[in-house]
């Protein structure tokens, strides 16, 4: 169903809130993020870099962060949008503190929560462009859900935004089995993160996998893939289309 | 300075099928747990039947973030209804009001096509179809979604349903026992996986009686 929505800009000197407020594109974005959930809990991958449309801007950007005690959320897309939903969610658990009653944000309260704002932002057509990965433990209990800028949301064994859905996604589905082994978990999410370095243009080889347990959150050091460019085919790449051009 | 268009759709169809039967004193309602966006397959394992009352099951796809917004809507009213009414609605009362809820958002609606199933006051099943901005009709069956067109021609040769025009009225509800029921919704959406890419993975069939619900989960293509 196609749908467009004509945004009048306004006249800026009699308006004053003009609808250049709006989100209209994104400007920084960052790509995929693969996650999957483990016998221990959740591992979620994401590589560090903010492209600023083809240019690979910045190469340290972490995109994905601990939330509470119980959640991981990674996201990719406008980092500044990012960032305002990191500023939402310091209050939400800033204030779930303050009951000072012994309960914590658990992830599906988190992931119920940033799909109320993400569907809201939708409905006044000023969307925060990210689709968001909410992983993490509670109570024995793993959670791993995503949600979309317009406010899809679901969860599952495994997920990946962007051109990890594509990629990363099929993988999985083969190669994903419940009880993973921590090891086999990095091993198969690297097998991910690799594809998509060949595949994915805006994809930089400077990644961190980030875990999540009942015990809590750890992030690893920012690290790089083994890749392999030495196929005969790259050699010599015109050996099958001699001519004048 | 020309208009400004966006470049962004707020909806999406996250596509899949629901069916519902009504029986004498039974409902069945059925939906296939594919969610998809575009030609991915997001998840297999998505519910798209939600229990809004006792005898009152709805079943909705379309743009999912919509229908979990209009189940929470609903879920909320019924609420409110439990606690101003000491009781719970009935199917028919549900049914007014999620056409009433639909029509609310007649001019920014909720991309979503929703099948209602349940037991009436007297415990006979009642099925009611709606559009996306509230048109309703109490029937004896009814399919909607991505698969409704491959599904609802086969229900009419099957179920024979008399002429709503016909005076005096005629009930559509199925004379066939609660197992037919299933094992028709069952060969019908086997058909509809078969040629609707956004039909498949599993289906989930709620059994709706007098003295309770029973869910039934059954493996579809995968493809």
Redesign the interface.
């Known amino acids: 169903m196609t749908f467009t929505i004509p945004i009048d800009n306004g006249d800026a000197l009699k308006n004053a809130e003009t609808d250049s407020q709006r989100t209209l594109y994104p400007y920084v974005t960052g790509t995929s993020i693969v996650a999957i959930k483990y016998k221990d809990g959740v591992l979620m991958a994401s590589d560090m870099g903010g492209s600023y449309g083809s240019t690979l801007r910045y190469k340290n950007i972490e995109r994905v962060k601990a939330i509470g005690k119980h959640s991981l959320l990674g996201a990719s897309g406008e980092i500044s949008d990012f960032q305002e939903i990191l500023r939402y969610l310091d209050e939400l658990v800033l204030n779930d503190n303050m009951w000072d009653d012994g309960n914590s944000l658990g992830p599906k309260e988190v992931h119920n929560y940033l799909t109320r704002v993400m569907y809201n932002r939708r409905n006044k057509f000023n969307p925060l462009w990210n689709t968001l990965v909410l992983g993490g433990v509670k109570n024995g209990q793993s959670y791993l859900g995503m949600v979309s800028m317009i406010g899809v949301s679901f969860e599952d064994n495994h997920v990946a935004t962007g051109f990890g859905n594509h990629l990363a996604r099929p993988i999985l589905r083969d190669e994903w089995h419940a009880d993973l082994s921590f090891e086999d978990g990095v091993k198969l999410l690297e097998k991910c993160m690799r594809v998509l370095l060949y595949r994915d243009r805006s994809a930089i080889n400077k990644l961190q996998i980030s875990k999540i347990t009942e015990e809590g959150v750890t992030v690893s050091q920012p690290y790089s893939l083994k890749t392999f460019w030495e196929f005969q085919a790259f050699h010599n790449p015109t050996a099958g289309a001699q001519g004048s051009w | 300075?020309t208009?400004?268009?966006?470049?962004?759709?707020?909806?999406?169809?996250?596509g899949g099928t629901c069916v519902a039967i009504a029986g004498s004193d039974y409902c069945v309602i059925a939906a296939d747990t594919r969610?998809s966006?575009g030609y991915?397959?997001?998840?297999r394992?998505?519910s798209k039947i939600h229990k809004l009352a006792d005898k009152a099951v709805l079943s909705s796809s379309g743009?999912?973030?919509d229908v979990?917004?209009l189940q929470k809507v609903l879920t909320s009213r019924h609420l409110v209804y439990q606690h101003q009414h000491n009781k719970q609605m009935s199917c028919p009362a549900m049914a007014q009001l999620l056409s009433n809820t639909l029509y609310f958002k007649r001019f920014?609606p909720y991309?979503a096509f929703n099948v209602l199933g349940g037991l009436d006051e007297n415990g006979k099943g009642c099925v009611f179809t709606y559009d996306a901005v509230g048109s309703y009709e109490k029937v004896g069956y009814s399919a909607q979604g991505s698969g409704s067109t491959l599904i609802m021609p086969f229900l009419d040769n099957q179920l024979k349903s008399p002429s709503p025009l016909l005076l005096p009225a005629q009930d559509a509800i199925t004379p066939l026992s609660e197992p037919e029921a299933v094992d028709l919704v069952k060969t019908v959406f086997a058909s509809a996986t078969e040629r609707d890419i956004y039909t498949g993975d599993k289906l989930e069939i709620m059994i709706l009686k007098a003295d309770g619900i029973k869910t039934e989960v059954m493996d579809l293509r995968k493809d």
């Open positions: 300075m208009k400004q268009h966006a470049n962004w759709s707020p909806y999406d169809n996250n969610m966006t991915s397959i997001l998840t394992d998505y743009f999912q973030a979990k917004a920014f991309y």
